[in-house]
């Protein structure tokens, strides 16, 4: 009953930033953990950061560290990536993702069972 839909993608050029929104309905009286992942073109999907419904628990990939801030709104119930110094090896679908889970210290796994159908980001030189 969980549903995920990004928006906010497009083009942005190298240097500058951009956020991604992902809004969630069907969530009340669920704990669950929220990530965000990126998959482009060849490469495996990777995961950029996850954290607890609460706030709990937040984590970033290291590459990642320093230019991409993961949060959520519960009044607006929106997800956010906000990403900054943007790179063209940035450019990706990018998808919030989420799962039921009793703890945020469960939220490291990767088998996320509820998925946005992605949003385009472009970065060009």
């Known amino acids: 009953q969980v549903h995920l839909v990004e928006s906010g993608g497009g083009s942005v050029e190298a240097g500058g930033s951009l956020t991604v929104s992902c809004a969630v309905s069907?969530?009340?009286?669920?704990?669950?953990?929220f990530a965000w992942f990126r998959q482009a073109p060849g490469q495996e999907r990777e995961k950029i950061a996850h954290w607890y419904h609460d706030g709990s628990y937040k984590n970033y990939r290291d590459s990642v560290n320093g230019r991409a801030i993961a949060s959520q709104d519960d009044v607006s119930k929106t997800l956010f990536l906000h990403m900054t110094n943007l790179t063209v090896e940035d450019s990706a679908m990018y998808y919030c993702?989420?799962?039921?889970?009793?703890?945020?210290?469960?939220?490291?796994?990767?088998?996320?069972?509820?998925w946005g159908p992605g949003a385009q980001v472009t970065v060009s030189a």
């Open positions: 993702a989420a799962i039921p889970r009793p703890g945020g210290w469960l939220c490291w796994r990767n088998d996320y069972s509820i």
């Open positions: 069907g969530n009340a009286g669920q704990n669950l953990c």
